[in-house]
């Protein structure tokens, strides 16, 4: 069965950090760039991360947006076929479902496109 399942959510206090994971079964994350996404209580889906598809040699690229800049860092490892989100530096504005996706863009709706069912990600005191 294809399919990509996050893992990692949880509740943090402000400042903390966390890792969350996006593995996949049934195909390869090597050929595939991944994005990761955060959907607010009450607010539409946005981007925040991208890593660029895999050669198997030199680094994939990556790319964040402005919110997460320095504080978040997207990585893979082809062997395990996971991509990680490392996030340090939580704030309460970080809360939200966190999904993984074979796209960058969170307005992608391409039916080709695989998407996780979502983590839970909590920052609050």
Do not use: H
Request: proline fraction near 3%; charge should be neutral; include cysteine.
């Amino acid at each position: 069965q294809v399919q990509l399942a996050e893992s990692g959510g949880g509740l943090v206090q402000p400042g903390g950090s966390l890792r969350l994971s996006c593995a996949a079964s049934g195909f390869s994350l090597v050929y595939y760039k991944i994005g990761w996404f955060r959907q607010a209580p009450g607010k539409e889906r946005e981007g925040g991360s991208c890593i660029g598809s895999s050669d198997g040699i030199s680094s994939s690229s990556t790319s964040y947006a402005d919110s997460v800049k320095g504080r978040f860092t997207i990585s893979r490892d082809n062997a395990k076929n996971t991509v990680y989100l490392q996030m340090n530096s939580l704030k309460p504005e970080d809360t939200g479902v966190y999904y993984c996706a074979t796209t960058c863009d969170y307005r992608d709706y391409d039916p080709r496109n695989f998407w996780g069912q979502g983590t839970q990600v909590t920052v609050s005191s």
